[in-house]
C-alpha cells in the first residue's frame, strides 16, 4: 500500500512564534531606548505601539495555525501554542492598560483641593528640571468626569508644626523615589511652604510633575497636592496613586514620630 506523505506544518505555526519574539524585542528596545537612550517619549510609545501590533498578528497567526491544524490534522500545535502563549506575555500590560482605560476617568491630572490647587514652581531649578516645562492651568472638568474614582483625595492635615512637616514631606517625597527639584520652606505662622518633585513612571520613566503646598494652622500643618503628567491625555491613574502614596507615606513618618 502506497503511503501518503504527512501533512506539512502550516506557515502560520512559525510565523506566531517568530512575530511574538520580534514583538518581544522591539517592546524590550523601545523599553531602553527610552529609557536610558534619550529618544523622545513619543518616539518610544512609537515603537511599543509596533511591538503590540506584531503581538496582534502573531495571535492572528497562531489562530489560523490551529484552525488548519484542526482541519488536516497537520503537525505544529505545539509550536502555535509557544506562539499564543509569547503573544500573551507580550500584549498582558498593554491589555492591563486597556482595561484601565475603559475603568478610569480621561484624565492627567489629580489635586486634593480643585477649588484652590497648588501651583508649580516657576523658578530656574524648577524650569531647569523640567526642561521649561509647565504644567496648565488645573482641567475642573476632568475633576467631574473623574469625580468617583477620586474621591478619597482629601487634604492632608498633620499636627505638627509646619517647620516639622516640612522636613517629613522632603523625606517621604525621597523615600517614594521622587526626585525633589525645588523647595521653599514655610517662615512664620501663616507662611505657606511648597515642594516640587518629579516621579517617574517603572519601565519607560514618564515624568509627572507633583507639587505639594504646606499651610500653617494652630497646631496643625495641612498639606495639598497637585500631580500632573507630561505624557499623554490619559494617565491610567498614576496621578491619583502618587497622592494616596504620599498621604500614607508622611502619615507613617509623623506617626513613627
Given amino acids: 500500500m502506497r503511503r501518503l506523505p504527512p501533512e506539512p506544518m502550516p506557515i502560520f505555526a512559525p510565523a506566531s512564534r517568530r512575530l511574538a519574539w520580534a514583538g518581544i524585542g522591539l517592546a524590550i528596545l523601545s523599553i531602553i531606548a527610552t529609557r536610558f537612550g534619550g529618544i523622545p517619549f513619543n ?42 502563549m509569547l503573544a500573551g506575555l507580550l500584549l498582558a500590560w498593554p491589555a492591563w492598560l486597556a482595561v484601565a482605560a475603559v475603568r478610569l476617568p480621561i484624565t492627567n491630572e489629580a489635586t486634593t483641593d480643585p477649588a484652590d490647587p497648588p501651583s508649580f514652581s516657576r523658578s530656574r531649578a524648577a524650569l531647569d528640571a523640567r526642561q521649561g516645562h509647565v504644567p496648565p492651568e488645573f482641567d475642573r472638568q476632568s475633576l467631574i468626569e473623574g469625580a ?34 525645588d523647595s521653599a520652606s514655610p517662615l512664620g505662622r501663616t507662611a505657606v511652604g511648597r515642594i516640587d518633585a518629579v516621579a517617574r513612571s517603572l519601565l519607560f520613566r514618564f515624568p509627572d510633575d507633583i507639587t505639594i503646598r504646606l499651610r500653617a494652622g494652630v497646631g496643625e500643618t495641612r498639606i495639598d497636592l497637585r500631580s500632573a503628567s507630561r505624557v499623554g491625555r490619559h494617565d491610567f491613574g498614576a496621578n491619583a496613586r502618587h497622592i494616596r502614596d504620599f498621604a500614607r507615606e508622611i502619615e507613617a513618618l509623623a506617626n513613627a514620630r
Fill in 43 to 84: 518616539n518610544g510609545l512609537f515603537l511599543m505601539g509596533a511591538a503590540i501590533l506584531l503581538g496582534v498578528l502573531a495571535v492572528a497567526c497562531a489562530m489560523l495555525a490551529f484552525a488548519s491544524i484542526w482541519r488536516t490534522g497537520a503537525p505544529g500545535a505545539a509550536v502555535a501554542v509557544r506562539g499564543l
Fill in 148 to 181: 468617583d474614582s477620586e474621591l478619597d483625595l482629601r487634604t492632608v492635615v498633620i499636627e505638627q508644626s509646619a517647620e516639622e512637616v516640612m522636613l517629613l514631606a522632603q523625606r517621604a517625597a525621597t523615600n517614594l523615589g521622587w526626585q525633589v527639584i
